[in-house]
């Protein structure tokens, strides 16, 4: 190519040129066809007979890593046909996988250990415990300890491919799909329902901590009525949320983290269904949280003289568990905002850089 005969030299048709163009669409939308390639010049004929119908190559294909080789067209790295992205994610090196999986595995154990002893002492004395706000600390735990039964699953043996890698090697994207099986999409849905389920019982513990603090040395009960509404709201919200997802297909598998999450890949839906949520309780949350120890600062300062010695103690007692206990869980509600926010700030320049390396 091009034909040479008799000295002369035959220019390809412009149908031959034009032909070239599909199996190329990744130059010309990436780099764009130098001027002496384009169709619309003269060195590409029209009218012309075209010999050449089949152009075949003496040599097969190969995909460069990080892409490996895939029938799977789902699997296909965008404008690259026969070849997908591996499944260790090519952004972080091997070391960098054990580190966080290292402390991955520290942070899960520690906290499902913590939220199976506190759930332990609920049920230890139930009776006794099982009354508003209080309970609700309970609920809290509860999600939190099976969020980390989800994180903790990929340290079977084998569990973590199983999970984030699809059978032909590629990293899972757009999960759920029908020829997979559903490791990805259970600890998807036990992860981000237990996530979405604690943040929501934390904002229902500030509002029932600041509405019983405004009833203090009143015989009025402000939550008699309202529990049931507490769990409609933080069960519903994160399964209609949950089911929107899967609905959409926007679940990913991460080798890093080792589960798969919501918009690992398009980074607009970790936006719409983690960020927004996040920050919707961390607003609101934050607020009631404010609210409440200002209502036990007002009693405390503004009425001196109605307080025993003893109910002085108890509510300063009071604002201190309440301090700590609520700074921490606004301290890991903001931590958690800020990883996705990080995630989601940097997630464009990250997908830029991995395919100007791959093509």
């Not at 669409?25 to 004929?45: A, M, N």
């Not at 119908?53 to 029938?71: H, M, W, Y």
């Not at 607009?268 to 009631?288: D, E, H, Q």
């Amino acid at each position: 190519m091009p034909k040479c005969e008799d000295g002369q030299v035959e220019l390809p048709s412009q149908t031959l040129c034009q032909a070239t163009r599909a199996p190329c669409t990744i130059v010309e939308r990436e780099r764009g066809w130098p001027d002496f390639l384009k169709c619309t010049t003269d060195r590409f004929p029209e009218g012309c007979p075209n010999e050449v119908q089949n152009i075949k190559f003496n040599s097969s294909g190969q995909c460069e890593a990080p892409l490996v080789r895939t029938d799977n067209p789902k699997s296909w790295y965008e404008d690259v046909e026969g070849c997908g992205i591996q499944c260790q994610n090519p952004l972080f090196t091997e070391r960098e996988h054990r580190e966080m999986h290292v402390y991955i595995a520290a942070f899960s154990s520690v906290t499902i250990f913590c939220t199976f002893f506190t759930l332990a002492t609920f049920v230890a004395d139930w009776r006794n415990s099982n009354r508003y706000p209080a309970v609700i600390l309970f609920y809290i735990n509860a999600c939190f300890f099976v969020g980390s039964i989800g994180w903790l699953a990929q340290f079977m043996d084998g569990a973590r491919n199983e999970i984030v890698c699809r059978a032909d090697g590629t990293m899972r994207l757009g999960e759920p799909t029908s020829n997979e099986t559903l490791s990805c999409v259970i600890i998807f849905v036990i992860v981000y329902y237990s996530l979405m389920s604690g943040v929501i019982w934390f904002v229902m513990l500030t509002y029932a901590w600041h509405t019983s603090f405004k009833a203090l040395g009143t015989t009025y009960q402000p939550l008699l009525g309202k529990t049931s509404y507490f769990h409609l709201i933080t069960w519903s919200v994160p399964f209609v949320l949950t089911v929107a997802i899967l609905a959409v297909a926007q679940v990913d598998g991460d080798s890093v983290s080792g589960i798969c999450f919501v918009g690992y890949k398009n980074y607009r839906y970790r936006a719409g269904f983690v960020l927004a949520p996040i920050g919707l309780v961390l607003i609101v949350g934050g607020y009631f949280l404010i609210r409440g120890v200002m209502t036990l600062f007002s009693i405390k300062s503004n009425h001196p003289g109605l307080l025993s010695e003893k109910a002085a103690s108890k509510i300063n007692e009071t604002m201190l568990r309440l301090g700590i206990f609520g700074f921490l869980a606004f301290g890991f509600v903001f931590i958690t905002f800020g990883c996705h926010f990080y995630d989601f700030f940097n997630q464009a320049e990250w997908e830029r850089s991995f395919r100007e390396y791959v093509l």
